[in-house]
């Protein structure tokens, strides 16, 4: 039979194609609350690693201390790239950091806060500073008109409240 035809382990070549993590090009602006998740992500990332160090040095282990070797490398890079923005004290425009409410025309509210890319999470209401609403939001004021571009058709909002 042809060694072509033959199933290697899948793990035996394990770890030798992990390719890095992009990092995005655009400034890493991080709220208060990203860094120290970043932080934390670090330390719990270091810790993984040095469990793994403790158990038999197998493929999978091999793979996943790579892995996280890996991902350390990202967040060292994010960490060490990390510019602090400290809330600011103009609530009538929204900029970096800033909870915004905004309210469609069937009265309906939405809470966003712009984030850093690493703290954008949609389920928090998170939005990177580089998404297109965050996009469209920043430097906006109270009352202000934005439209909301999304999946199933464009939407008019209005800046209804901006908090730090």
């Known amino acids: 039979m042809s ?3 033959v199933k290697e382990n899948d793990l035996e070549h394990a770890g030798i194609d992990i390719p890095e993590r992009p990092v995005s ?3 890493n602006y991080v709220t208060p609350n990203g860094l120290k998740q970043l932080k934390e992500t670090m330390h719990l990332i270091e810790t993984e690693i040095r469990s793994i160090k403790e158990l038999e040095d197998s ?3 091999k ?3 790579m892995k996280l070797e890996r991902d350390l490398r990202y967040y060292f890079k994010r960490l060490e790239t ?3 923005i400290e809330k600011h004290e103009d609530n009538n425009k929204v900029l970096f950091g800033a909870h915004v409410t905004l309210v469609d025309e069937n009265e309906e509210s939405y809470i966003f806060q712009i984030v850093g890319e ?3 999470d949609i389920k928090q209401n998170k939005l990177s500073y580089v998404s297109p609403l965050a996009k469209e939001l920043i430097g906006s004021s109270i009352g202000d008109e934005v439209i ?3 999946a199933d058709g464009n939407k008019i909002v209005f800046i209804d409240s901006i908090n730090y």
């Open 3 to 5: 060694r072509a035809f």
């Open 25 to 27: 090009q655009s400034p």
């Open 59 to 61: 493929p999978e282990t």
């Open 148 to 150: 909301w571009k999304r």
């Open 118 to 120: 690493d703290e954008a």
């Open 82 to 84: 990390a510019i602090l």
């Open 63 to 65: 793979q996943n201390k």
